[in-house]
C-alpha cells in the first residue's frame, strides 16, 4: 500500500479530515458552469444542414475504430515470432510491471474514495440532489481515474509483450523490422489513449443532461490529473533508481551492458515499463483531457451570452479531435509505405528517420485537414473586418500543430545521437572525465531551454497577433475582451495535441527499444544451442549475432531521443493550457469583487510575492523528486554490491525481486511527500490571498517550463553520449565509457523524474486551483480563512522537510 506506517496513516488521515470539512464548498462555482444546448446547433456544411449531435455521433464510432485498430495492432504484434528464451523474460518483466502498478491501483483507489465521500456529501447531504445525478457526477470522477489508470494498464502489456518480438527481430537481418515492432507498439498505445480519452469526452457531452455536464467534466479531469500525477511521479522515481542501480554496476564490477549478472537488470526493465509507458501514457491521457476541459470551461464561461457561437464553437473543438484519429491512421500508413521504399532492404539506415517522417507528415496532413474541416464547419459564419473566424482560428490551432513537429527538432538538436552537442559531450568527457561530461551536458540543457522557450514564444505570439482580428474579438462579450489571447492560447495548447497518437506513438517507442535491448542479453540467446533453428525456420537465414546486438543499439539510441522530442511538447501544453484555466479563477474574482483585471497588475505586490513562490515551489520539487531517487538508488547499489554473484552466469530473480521492492518503496515514499505539499500549498495559498495565487499558479508554470525543458534535454544529451560511446566507438570498458556512464546517471532523474513529472504537477495544481480558490472566496470569516491558511502551510511545509531529512542517505546501511 501507499499509505504504509504511521506517517502514511497519518498523511491519508489529514487529506482525509481537510476534504471532508471542505466539501461544502469545493464544488460550488464549478458545478454552476452551464454549457449550450449542443442538440440545437446546426452547421451548413457544403449546403447541407448538419446537426452538432451527429457530428459528435459520429466522433464517438470514429473513437471505437480507433481503438479496434489499436487492439488489432496488439494482436498483430503478439502473433509474431520470438524465442521462448525471449517470451520467458517478457514475462518475468511483465510479472514485476503487474505488481507495480497494483499498489499504484491501490493508492488511485483510496484517493477516489475521499473524492466520492466529498461529492455525496455535498450534492446528497446540502444540495438534495437525487442518487442518479450524483451517480453520473461520481461515474465521471471514475471515468478520469480508470482512464489514465487503464491506458497505463494497456501500454505496458503491449509494450511488454512487443519486446521480445522486436529482440527476436534483430535477428533477421533486416533492422527495419525492429524499428516496425516498436512503432506498431507506440501507435497501438497512441491511438487506443487518445480514443479512449475523446469517446468519454463526447458521450459526457452528447449524452449527460447538459445541468450535469459542468460537474461532470471538472470531476473527470480531476479524477484523471490524479491518476496521472500518481503514476508519473512514482514511475519516474521508480525507474531511475533502478536505472542507476544498473548502471553503476558497469563502474563498479565492470560488467557488460544488461549483463545476467547484474540483479539490477530486471527491475531497469520494469523501471523502462514504470517510468516510460505507465507514467508518460497515464499523463498523455490527462493532457488530451485537462486540455479539451479547459478550453470547454472557458467558452461555458466567456460565451454565456451567446449560447449558440458557444455551442458551434464547442462541437467545432471536438471534431478537430475526431480529425486528429483519422489523421493520425493515414498518416502511419504513408510512412510505413515510404518506410518501406526507402529502408526495406537497407542494413545500415539512421533509425530516427522513420520516426521524423512520421511526425512531419502527420503535422502536414493535420494542418491540411484543420483548414479543410474548419472551412466546412464555419464558413458560413459571417466574416468581420478582413479574415474569416474560420481562417482565423484554424492558423492559431496550426501554430500549435507546427510545435508539434518544430519543438521535437530542436530537441534533437541537443539530444540525437548525431547532433554537435552529443558529440562536443564525448569530446570534453575524454580529456576531462566525468566532471567535463557533466559541465557540456548542463550547457546543453541550457541552450536548449532557450531555443524551445523562443519557439513557444513566436507561435504564441502569431497566435496572439491573429487573435486581435476582428472575427475573434467579436466573439468575446465587452466585459472579456482582454480575453480573446486567452482563448488563443487554449488553442495552441491544444494544436500541440494535433498529432496526439503520433506523439505518443513515438514517446513510447523507447521502452520497447531499450526493453528489447536488455531481453537479447538476458536471454543469452547466443548460446541457445536451438537459437539457429528457430530463427532460420522465423526468416529462413543463419542469424547474425553480432549485427543484431548493432541494430538493437542503434535502435536503443533512436528511442532514446524520441523520448526527449516528446516531453517538451507535453510540458508546453501544460504551460501553455495553464493560462486557459486560470481565466477561470479571474472570472470568479471578476464576478464576486469587480476589478480583478487591475489587481492582477505585475506592480501589484500579490502577483509579484506569487511568481517568486512559484519558482520556489518548482525547484524544491526538483530537489524532492531527484532525493527520492538518491536515496532508492543508494539502496540499491548497497545491496547489489552486497549480493551480486560474479561466478554464476544468471542473478537469481530473488535479488532482483528485491531491487523492485527497493525501487517501490522509495517511489511511494517520494510520491506522499511530494502530494501531500503540492495539495496543501495549493489550499494555503489561495486561502491567504487569490491574487496572490494566480501570480503562484502564472510562476509555477513559467519556471516550470524552463526548468522542465532544462532538465530533459541534458538528461538526452548525457544519455545518448553514452549510446554513442558504446555503439558508433565500440568503447565499452573504457575511462571514456565510464565517464559517459556518470554523466548519464545524473541525467536519468533529470530527464525522467522531476522534468516529465512537472506536467502533471502544473495542471494539477491549477485544476484544483480552480476549487481551491473558489473554497477561499466563499468563506466571509477573514480570521478563520488565515487561520486555515497557516495551517494549511505550517502542515506543506512539514513534509518539504521530509522530503529531505525523512529521505536523506543514512551515515550507515
Excluded at 227 to 246: E, H, M, N, P, V
Excluded at 577 to 595: H, P, R, S, Y
Aim: aromatic share 12%.
Amino acid at each position: 500500500m501507499m499509505f504504509k506506517g504511521k506517517l502514511g496513516f497519518l498523511s491519508f488521515f489529514i487529506i482525509s479530515a481537510i476534504l471532508f470539512v471542505l466539501a461544502p464548498m469545493a464544488f460550488a462555482g464549478e458545478a454552476d458552469i452551464e454549457l449550450p444546448d449542443l442538440t440545437a446547433v446546426v452547421f451548413n456544411i457544403f449546403g447541407s444542414p448538419v446537426g452538432g449531435l451527429t457530428i459528435l455521433n459520429v466522433g464517438l464510432v470514429v473513437c471505437i475504430i480507433g481503438m479496434a485498430f489499436g487492439l488489432m495492432q496488439y494482436t498483430q504484434t503478439k502473433s509474431l515470432p520470438a524465442h521462448k528464451s525471449m517470451l520467458d523474460v517478457s514475462n518475468t518483466i511483465w510479472e514485476t510491471c503487474k505488481t507495480y502498478v497494483i499498489q499504484q491501483g491501490k493508492f488511485l483507489a483510496a484517493l477516489w474514495i475521499l473524492i466520492a465521500a466529498c461529492i455525496l456529501y455535498y450534492f446528497v447531504g446540502l444540495q438534495g440532489k437525487g442518487m442518479g445525478d450524483v451517480s453520473m457526477i461520481l461515474a465521471a470522477s471514475i471515468l478520469g481515474i480508470l482512464g489514465s489508470y487503464g491506458v497505463a494498464w494497456f501500454g505496458i502489456r503491449i509494450n511488454t509483450v512487443a519486446n521480445s518480438r522486436a529482440a527476436f527481430a534483430s535477428l533477421s537481418g533486416k533492422p527495419l523490422n525492429i524499428v516496425d515492432i516498436c512503432l506498431r507498439s507506440g501507435m497501438s498505445v497512441g491511438l487506443v489513449l487518445v480514443s479512449i480519452e475523446l469517446f468519454f469526452m463526447l458521450a459526457i457531452l452528447a449524452y449527460i443532461p447538459p445541468a450535469l455536464i459542468g460537474p461532470c467534466f471538472i470531476g473527470f479531469a480531476i479524477g484523471e490529473s490524479l491518476g496521472a500525477s500518481a503514476l508519473r511521479i512514482c514511475g519516474g522515481i521508480f525507474t531511475k533508481i533502478a536505472d542507476i542501480g544498473s548502471d553503476l554496476m558497469k563502474i563498479i564490477f565492470h560488467l557488460p551492458e544488461d549483463d545476467p549478472k547484474n540483479p539490477g537488470v530486471i527491475a531497469d526493465c520494469t523501471g523502462d515499463n514504470a517510468g516510460d509507458s505507465v507514467g508518460p501514457t497515464a499523463d498523455g491521457f490527462e493532457t488530451y483531457g485537462v486540455t479539451g476541459v479547459a478550453l470547454v470551461t472557458f467558452l461555458a464561461l466567456a460565451m454565456a451570452g451567446n449560447p449558440e457561437m458557444g455551442g458551434k464553437l464547442v462541437i467545432w473543438i471536438f471534431a478537430m479531435r475526431i480529425m486528429m484519429v483519422i489523421t493520425s491512421l493515414i498518416s502511419y500508413f504513408v510512412n510505413n509505405a515510404v518506410s518501406a521504399s526507402l529502408f526495406g532492404d537497407k542494413k545500415e539506415f539512421d533509425f530516427e528517420h522513420p520516426l521524423t517522417n512520421l511526425v512531419w507528415i502527420t503535422s502536414i496532413v493535420s494542418i491540411a485537414i484543420t483548414f479543410f474541416a474548419s472551412h466546412a464547419l464555419l464558413a458560413d459564419v459571417p466574416p468581420v473586418g478582413g479574415i474569416s473566424l474560420w481562417l482565423a482560428l484554424s492558423i492559431i490551432i496550426s501554430c500549435g500543430t507546427i510545435a508539434g513537429a518544430l519543438i521535437p527538432e530542436l530537441t534533437k538538436v541537443f539530444t540525437s545521437t548525431s547532433s554537435r552537442h552529443c558529440a562536443e559531450v564525448i569530446d570534453a568527457s575524454r580529456q576531462g572525465g566525468p566532471s567535463l561530461n557533466i559541465l557540456s551536458g548542463l550547457v546543453a540543457g541550457n541552450f536548449s531551454a532557450f531555443w524551445e522557450g523562443l519557439a513557444i514564444l513566436v507561435l504564441m505570439l502569431i497566435a496572439y497577433l491573429v487573435s486581435q482580428s476582428a472575427s475573434i474579438m467579436t466573439l468575446m462579450p465587452e466585459a472579456f475582451q482582454f480575453a480573446a489571447p486567452v482563448f488563443a492560447f487554449g488553442l495552441v495548447a491544444f494544436g500541440f495535441l494535433g498529432m496526439g497518437p503520433v506523439t505518443i506513438a513515438v514517446d513510447s517507442f523507447g521502452p520497447v527499444s531499450d526493453n528489447a535491448q536488455s531481453i537479447y542479453e538476458l536471454s543469452r540467446i547466443e548460446v541457445r544451442p536451438d537459437a539457429k533453428e528457430v530463427v532460420k525456420k522465423a526468416y529462413g537465414k543463419e542469424p547474425d549475432f553480432a549485427l543484431a546486438k548493432h541494430f538493437l543499439e542503434s535502435c536503443d539510441g533512436a528511442g532514446n531521443t524520441f523520448k526527449a522530442t516528446a516531453k517538451p511538447v507535453l510540458i508546453g501544453t501544460a504551460v501553455v493550457g495553464a493560462t486557459t484555466m486560470v481565466f477561470g479563477i479571474i472570472i470568479l474574482l471578476e464576478n464576486l469583487f469587480g476589478g480583478a483585471i487591475a489587481k492582477l497588475s505585475l506592480v501589484q505586490p500579490e502577483i509579484i510575492l506569487g511568481l517568486l513562490m512559484g519558482g520556489a515551489v518548482i525547484y524544491w520539487f526538483c530537489g524532492a523528486s531527484t532525493q527520492a531517487v538518491v536515496t532508492g538508488a543508494y539502496r540499491a547499489v548497497v545491496f547489489i554490491k552486497e549480493n551480486i554473484n560474479l561466478d554464476k552466469e544468471e542473478a537469481d530473480i530473488k535479488d532482483s525481486k528485491e531491487i523492485v521492492k527497493i525501487c517501490t518503496i522509495y517511489a511511494q515514499k517520494g510520491m506522499v511527500n511530494i502530494f501531500i505539499v503540492i495539495f496543501f500549498m495549493a489550499l494555503a495559498l489561495s486561502f491567504f490571498n487569490p491574487y496572490f495565487f494566480i501570480g503562484y499558479l502564472i510562476g509555477i508554470a513559467f519556471f516550470g517550463l524552463y526548468q522542465a525543458i532544462f532538465m530533459a534535454n541534458a538528461g538526452g544529451c548525457w544519455d545518448n553520449a553514452k549510446k554513442i560511446v558504446e555503439v558508433d566507438l565500440a568503447e565499452k570498458n573504457t575511462p571514456l565509457h565510464e565517464a559517459s556512464v556518470v554523466g548519464d546517471t545524473v541525467g536519468d532523474p533529470f530527464k525522467d523524474t522531476s522534468s516529465v513529472s512537472l506536467n502533471p504537477v502544473i495542471k494539477f495544481t491549477t485544476l484544483f486551483g480552480l476549487l481551491a480558490t473558489e473554497i477561499a472566496v466563499t468563506m466571509t470569516n477573514q480570521g478563520l480563512k488565515l487561520g486555515l491558511a497557516s495551517v494549511f502551510f505550517v502542515i506543506a511545509l512539514i513534509f518539504v522537510y521530509r522530503s529531505f531529512y525523512g529521505m536523506r542517505i543514512a551515515e550507515k546501511g
